[in-house]
């Protein structure tokens, strides 16, 4: 049979893992490319945002707020939107040591039907993880036209392209700080990003295209039975 990973990452770990002869193909996670919209008049001017389970050591929030605090203590002017889940009594302590506790808003998990209005706003989604599979909550922000700047944690590396739709940095608060302000700071280049994030989205990541692959690979793997091609019969 056939395997199908959700990302090129994945199925490099699937081949490390079993041999070389191990049959696995990528059918790139799709995201619903018509419930979630650009809409650049939603756009909160130095808001950055993350959405995911925030009580995730996995996810390394520790990093996105010291991050946000050396903005702050630059100068700049920022505020933030973490989505999902109840955060830790350890990051709200580093909240509340950082002096951001009027900066940063925890929003509980939404509704689907209600997400896309709260990425809408983000000026820049952020993502500290310490490792992602695919990280699908990157590739909802970016079907808003909104530009992602990650760590190189794995899976998000396929789809944030350096000057196409964000930026990739280290495990460095200070690295982290200067790549959401080269964005929030230059119009132009956060214009440019928002537009090749909703262009990667369409060309890769739409559910027309997961049905295709889909469906070609069971094809393959059936060959005698009559396994649809693209739709259902």
Known sequence: ????????????????????????EVMPMPVDSELLQPDPAAVVPRRIGFAGRIDDPRKNIGLLIEAMDLLKQSGQSVTAMLIGGTPTDQILAAVQKRGLADDVEFVP???????????????VFVLPSYQEGLCIAALEAMACGIPVV???CGG???????????????????AMAQGIQSIMGDEALRQSLAAGAREIIENRYTRSRAESLLAAALHSTYPHLNVFQGTPS
């Not at 998990?109 to 000026?123: I, M």
Request: aromatic share 6%.
């Open 156 to 174: 998000p590396e396929e789809f944030v392209i350096p000057g196409q739709t964000g930026l990739l940095v280290d495990f460095d608060a200070a």
């Open 109 to 123: 998990h939404v509704p689907s039907a209600e997400l896309p209005g709260l990425l809408q706003t983000l000026d």
């Open 150 to 152: 990650s760590t190189r």
């Open 1 to 24: 049979g056939t395997v199908l990973s959700l990302s090129d990452y994945t199925q490099r770990d699937l081949v490390d893992l079993a041999d070389p002869a191990f049959r696995t």
